[in-house]
C-alpha cells in the first residue's frame, strides 16, 4: 500500500493537469474565434494597412479570465504585443485582394501552461505552449469594391458590460436616469432627494473610468453636485437644461418664470438639449435677469439600443439541444441547421459565437456533422 499511494497520487495529478491543459485549449480556441470573428465583421483597418483596437480589445480580454499564461511578453498585461494579427487569404472575387467578403480570415492564437506536476514539466516543458487557430469566412466590408453593410456592434463592450455615459453637466435626477438608460443596475448615489436639481460637477466610478469607456453592467457611479447659487431679487436660477428633450428644456425655461426668449422656439421637441447658452453668460444654476434669453443646440434623440442576449456555446449538441440552449436564452431569431433533418447528427460550428452578446432577435444557423 505505501508504494501504490505515491502512484495513485501521481495519476490524480496527472489528470488535473490533463484536465487543465484541455480547459486551456478550449479556453484558447474560444479566444480565437472571438478574434476571427471580428477580423471576419471588420477587415477594412488591416486592408488599409492599420489594425483593428476593438480585435485587441475583445481577444484580451477573453484570455484575461482562462487558466493559461497570455501574457507572453511578461510585461503584466495581456495587450497587441502579445496576440497575433489576424491573417487574410484569398477565397473569392479580386485575387489580388484578400479582404473581400467570401475570403477567408486566419487567427492563432498562444498561451503557456504552468503544471501542477514538476514531473509533467520536466518531460514537456514548463511552460508549455498552448495554440489554437480558427477560420471564418469574411462577412462584412466589399465585394469586388463595393462597400456592403455588415452587422457592427453598437459598442465595443463585451457581454456583461455597458458604455459609462457622461453625466457631468446634468441635472443629478437627469444623471440617474442617463446612468439606468445606459443598461447600469449599480447603486447611483445620491438617491432620489432634495439633490435631485443640483449640477453634477464630478462622476466618480469603481473601477476609474472616464465616458465611453466599458464597465461591468454592476457597476455603481458616486457624483458630486453643486447646489444653485443664492439670488437677489428679480434674478432668478438658470435651470439645467442639458440632457433634456428641447419640449422639456422650453417648459423647465418657463417653469423657471424667465421671459427672455427660448431658442429655438419651436420645433425639434424630441431632440435632446447638448448646450445651452444665456443672452447673459450666466451659466446653469447661476442668477440672471428674468428677461434673459436663452439658445440651445440639441441631437436627435439616441433610440434605446435593443435588447441582448448572451449566446451559449452548443458545439457537440444535437439540433433539438442546441435550439433549446438557444431559446433558453430569449433568442427570437429563426434557427436553421445545414443539412436539415438530421437529428441525431451534432453541431460542429455556429454562426452567433458563445459568450458573446447579440440582438435578441440575432438568427442562429449552426452545420451539423455526422458523429
Known amino acids: 500500500m505505501a508504494l501504490i499511494l505515491p502512484i495513485l497520487v501521481l495519476f490524480l495529478l496527472l489528470a488535473i493537469d490533463f484536465g487543465r491543459v484541455f480547459f486551456g485549449w478550449v479556453a484558447v480556441q474560444n479566444a480565437s474565434r472571438i478574434g476571427a470573428n471580428q477580423a471576419a465583421r471588420n477587415p477594412d483597418p488591416w486592408s488599409a494597412g492599420a489594425t483593428d483596437a476593438l480585435y485587441y480589445l475583445r481577444v484580451s480580454k477573453d484570455l484575461a479570465g482562462i487558466n ?4 507572453l511578453d511578461g510585461d503584466g498585461d495581456i495587450d497587441a504585443d502579445d496576440l497575433a494579427d489576424p491573417v ?3 477565397n473569392a472575387g479580386d485575387p489580388s485582394d484578400a ?7 486566419s487567427v492563432t492564437l498562444e498561451c503557456g501552461m504552468s503544471f501542477v506536476t514538476p514531473l509533467v514539466g520536466l518531460i514537456v516543458g ?3 505552449p498552448i495554440t489554437a487557430a480558427s477560420t471564418f469566412t469574411i462577412f462584412g466590408g466589399e465585394i469586388n469594391g463595393v462597400p456592403v453593410a455588415a452587422e457592427t456592434p453598437t459598442t465595443p463592450c463585451l457581454a456583461g458590460e455597458r458604455q459609462v455615459p457622461q453625466l457631468v ?3 443629478v435626477a437627469t444623471a ?3 446612468w439606468a438608460r445606459a443598461g447600469f443596475f449599480g447603486m447611483f448615489d445620491p438617491a432620489p432627494g432634495f439633490e435631485d436639481a443640483n449640477l453634477v460637477i464630478t462622476q466618480t466610478t469603481a473601477p476609474s473610468s472616464s465616458p465611453g469607456d466599458c464597465l461591468s453592467d454592476s457597476t455603481s457611479v458616486t457624483v458630486t453636485h453643486q447646489e444653485p447659487e443664492d439670488c437677489t431679487a428679480p434674478e432668478i436660477n438658470v435651470p439645467i437644461l442639458r440632457g433634456l428633450t428641447v419640449a422639456d428644456a422650453r417648459d423647465a425655461w418657463t417653469d423657471a418664470t424667465f421671459i427672455g426668449d427660448f431658442n429655438p422656439a419651436a420645433g425639434n421637441d424630441a431632440d435632446i438639449v447638448e448646450t445651452q447658452t444665456t443672452s447673459s453668460g450666466a451659466q446653469p444654476l447661476e442668477c440672471a435677469d428674468p428677461a434673459t434669453s436663452v439658445t440651445v443646440t440639441f441631437t436627435p434623440a439616441t433610440p434605446p439600443p435593443p435588447p441582448t442576449c448572451e449566446m451559449e456555446q452548443v458545439l457537440g449538441d444535437t439540433p433539438a439541444a442546441a435550439e433549446a440552449e438557444y431559446r433558453s436564452k430569449s433568442f427570437t431569431g429563426a434557427f436553421t441547421t445545414r443539412p436539415s433533418n438530421k437529428p441525431s447528427w451534432k453541431v460542429k460550428s455556429q454562426s452567433l459565437i458563445g459568450g458573446q452578446s447579440y440582438p435578441c432577435s440575432a438568427s442562429l444557423e449552426v452545420d451539423l456533422e455526422n458523429k
Open 68 to 71: 493559461c499564461d497570455a501574457d
Open 88 to 90: 487574410f487569404t484569398n
Open 126 to 128: 514548463s511552460p508549455m
Open 99 to 105: 479582404y473581400e467578403i467570401g475570403d477567408h480570415v
Open 176 to 178: 440617474r436616469q442617463e
Open 169 to 171: 453637466g446634468l441635472s
